[in-house]
T-cell receptor, first 109, second 112 residues
């Protein structure tokens, strides 16, 4: 069992649809980050959320940090083919930086 | 601006062979780490370092060794490769734990 569980594991949607990806843990994090990874590349940071209840928007992407700082969500509005990729949440606990299990998103034109 | 450089990009090993995966960063970051990525499991932390001369184990350290003699370099050693170590390996660096992590392009390792 991994510290950060993401759901769903796979998501295939049509262009223009909305979607939400969840990142859950039983541990409290001081901050959570979301990364996107494309095939053959390393993950790239999208956003960092720090305060419980915080909401951050990045164009069509909305990130929320749970009030108890144990969970986070990523909502994409009107998905586009360019959003296709692996989405990973990540957080620090002690001196270690943990990644979630990942959500593989495919947006079909 | 090189960022994080990993070599090699691909490697095939026979069971029992040893090898070193190289990682170098030019951003003067204190925190460096090694992850392995397997299908359905995201990235799992192997070893990490909070500064030169300091290393510690992550979630899945067995079968791997690391050292950090300089701020720039953080090599990962496989002493006796096993098929279970077939994976994609990523090195990352950051200023600190809660700051942006920068990743190398990965090493795809196959152990036969």
């Amino acid at each position: 069992t991994q510290l950060l569980e993401q759901s769903p594991q796979f998501l295939s949607i049509q262009e223009g649809e909305n979607l939400t990806v969840y990142c859950n843990s039983s541990s409290v994090f001081s901050s959570l980050q979301w990364y996107r990874q494309e095939p053959g590349e390393g993950p790239v940071l999208l956003v960092t959320v720090v305060t419980g209840g915080e909401v951050k928007k990045l164009k069509r992407l909305t990130f929320q940090f749970g009030d108890a700082r144990k969970d986070s969500s990523l909502h994409i509005t009107a998905a586009q083919p360019g959003d296709t990729g692996l989405y990973l949440c990540a957080g620090a606990l002690g001196n270690q930086f943990y990644f979630g299990t990942g959500t593989s998103l495919t947006v079909i034109p | 601006n090189a960022g994080v450089t990993q070599t090699p990009k691909f490697q095939v090993l026979k069971t029992g062979q040893s090898m070193t995966l190289q990682c170098a960063q030019d951003m003067n970051h204190e925190y460096m780490s090694w992850y392995r990525q397997d299908p359905g499991m995201g990235l799992r932390l192997i070893h990490y370092s909070v500064g030169a001369g300091i290393t510690d184990q992550g979630e899945v350290p067995n079968g791997y060794n690391v050292s950090r003699s300089t701020t720039e370099d953080f090599p990962l050693r496989l002493l006796s490769a096993a098929p279970s170590q077939t994976s994609v390996y990523f090195c990352a660096s950051s200023r600190g734990l809660n700051t942006e992590a920068f990743f190398g392009q990965g090493t795809r390792l196959t152990v036969v």
